[in-house]
């Protein structure tokens, strides 16, 4: 069973507990905060240390942009179900304010976005729709703004 599989069979806490405990994320600083039990948003954090923060000691942009890398795609892939494939195919982060202490972000798919993937596919066979988050500090700065395109089509 491949992984995308997996997931759409797990609880938004199994899922939680199981992608903080994914390597990059775990040894990254990266921890899933909270999964909406129907799939429509994930708030992930990153607590910036040592190991991931940049010669400045602000959060390192590489870490900016993994917190938030699956998530739309999954989430549109948990509340399409099965008969779908989805990947990410453009990302960009605009980098707004250095990242310490903590950086969150609560990415969110709603049932209207899926059901407009859902009648894409059906009219053209592909989707493609574009997702933005804020990354936010403690204080509710914006620290960085992260756009993901997601690509869908049928199995």
């Known amino acids: 069973m491949d992984l995308s599989r997996l997931f759409t069979k797990m609880s938004a806490r199994q899922f939680a507990v199981f992608t903080s405990l994914y390597p990059p994320f775990l040894f ?6 909270r999964v909406a039990d ?7 954090r990153l607590r910036v ?13 590489g ?5 938030t890398d699956p998530f739309f795609g999954l989430m549109a892939q948990w509340q399409l179900g099965e008969g779908y494939t989805i990947w990410n195919t ?3 982060t605009e980098f ?12 969110r798919v709603s049932p209207d976005e899926v059901e407009l993937i ?8 592909t989707s ?7 990354l936010v500090d403690p204080d509710g700065r914006v620290v960085a703004r992260h756009e993901q395109e997601v690509y869908a089509r049928a199995r």
Request: hydrophobic share 40%; net charge positive.
């Open 63 to 67: 870490m900016l942009s993994a917190m």
């Open 118 to 125: 859902r009648s894409n596919v059906a009219e053209t066979g």
């Open 49 to 61: 240390r040592g190991w991931n923060r940049n010669h400045n000691g602000a959060a390192f942009g």
């Open 96 to 107: 707004l304010a250095p990242g310490r202490g903590e950086v969150r972000a609560t990415m």
């Open 90 to 92: 453009r990302v960009a």
């Open 38 to 44: 129907d799939w429509t948003s994930v708030t992930v």
């Open 28 to 33: 990254g600083g990266v921890r899933v905060v």
């Open 128 to 134: 493609r729709t574009v997702h933005r988050v804020d």
